[in-house]
Nanobody
Framework: EVQLVESGGGLVQPGGSLRLSCGAS????????MSWFRQAPGKEREFVAS?????????SYADSVKGRFTISKDNAKRMLYLQMDSLRPEDTGIYFC?????????????WGRGTQVTVSS
């Protein structure tokens, strides 16, 4: 069974930091690109950051989070992380972990259930 389980969300003041975690199981992470998405109230889900698991160096960030957020992984623990610094109220939303696994026949996309991040004073 594929599982992506996010944790680490919470309430933080503007300018603060949070570290989100995502535990992955049930699929081959080495064939995957793993990403964080977020969804603010009343808005569509949007891309935040991604990392190619096999090399760990190929990363991508949304312009709105560049220089503030850092995506990383732990191979041994099969964990994906998102370090979020200098948080702003507009970073508020539900953060989702996503995995896109590429196989010979097709690509599979998996989602976690999300973790709430609220940035407010």
């Amino acid at each position: 069974e594929v599982q992506l389980v996010e944790s680490g969300g919470g309430l933080v003041q503007p300018g603060g930091s949070l570290r989100l975690s995502c535990g992955a199981s049930g699929f081959t992470v080495s064939r995957s690109v793993m990403s964080w998405f977020r969804q603010a109230p009343g808005k569509e889900r949007e891309f935040v950051a991604s990392i190619k698991w096999s090399d760990g160096r190929t990363t991508s960030y949304a312009d709105s989070v560049k220089g503030r957020f850092t995506i990383s992984k732990d191979n041994a623990k099969r964990m994906l992380y998102l370090q979020m610094d200098s948080l702003r109220p507009e970073d508020t939303g539900i953060y989702f972990c996503q995995a896109e696994e590429s196989t010979y026949y097709r690509d599979y996309v998996f989602w976690g259930r999300g973790t709430q991040v609220t940035v407010s004073s």
